[in-house]
């Protein structure tokens, strides 16, 4: 189940790129935490120390300040962060199912299990929508190889693991670090700016994700 739940969170949040700006699906992504908590909630019963909640939903202001300064700009339209949306829902159970799965199989036959069955899902789908299936120059296979390399199997196989050890609400909410990091490196590899509003929205997720972690919510136990 997870592999199709990783899947059609891929698909989606591709697709949705194509409908819709790129700030518009990368915001409706800044939901994964809540429907993490939501679908534990619903499903588990799980409870959340009022701490946990807190560090969460200003994290999760955090990201919304980068959102919008992002979204000053973007024109979106609804099928697109509809996609963006569902998507966000689909990589939530994925971490779900990941997080129950965890305690009877190890992270690495997480990864290939999931890895080969969403490739084997993926493959008729980009053979049908794309002219071509393999890249035709060595930068495109290196693109490939860092891909499959890093945030395939580096990526996936530490979050799997993440969530052995910690909560899937909190391993969830460490994903809105992932703009702060991009931004980050933006600006020492390509000496890109940070402005006032993106500086701002960077503290206000680090204060989130401190509170949270320091809750008894956070670590499994």
Known sequence: MHPIALSLALILWAWS????????????????PLFVMLGGWLIWDRRFENKFILGMAIAMAGAGILGVSDLEEANG???????????????????LLVEQLRTQLTSSAIM???????????????????????????????????????????????YGYCLNKLSSGF??????LVPVLSALEAWAIFSENINGATSI?????????????????????
């Open 171 to 176: 391993v969830s909410l460490c994903d809105l």
């Open 112 to 158: 290939t299990w999931c890895s080969g069955t969403s490739s084997l899902l993926l493959l008729p789908i980009v053979i049908f929508t794309e002219d071509r299936l393999f890249p035709y120059s060595v930068s495109g296979w290196l693109s490939v190889i860092s891909l499959a390399g890093i945030c395939q199997v580096l990526g996936l196989g530490l």
């Open 17 to 32: 790129l194509t409908k819709t700006s790129v700030a518009n699906s990368t915001l409706m992504h800044y939901l994964v």
């Open 77 to 95: 339209q609804l099928i697109g962060d509809l996609a963006a949306l569902l998507s966000a829902v689909f990589f939530a159970l994925y971490t």
């Open 201 to 221: 929205g960077f503290v206000v997720i680090l204060l989130g994700a401190y509170l949270a972690l320091s809750s008894k919510s956070a670590i499994k136990v």
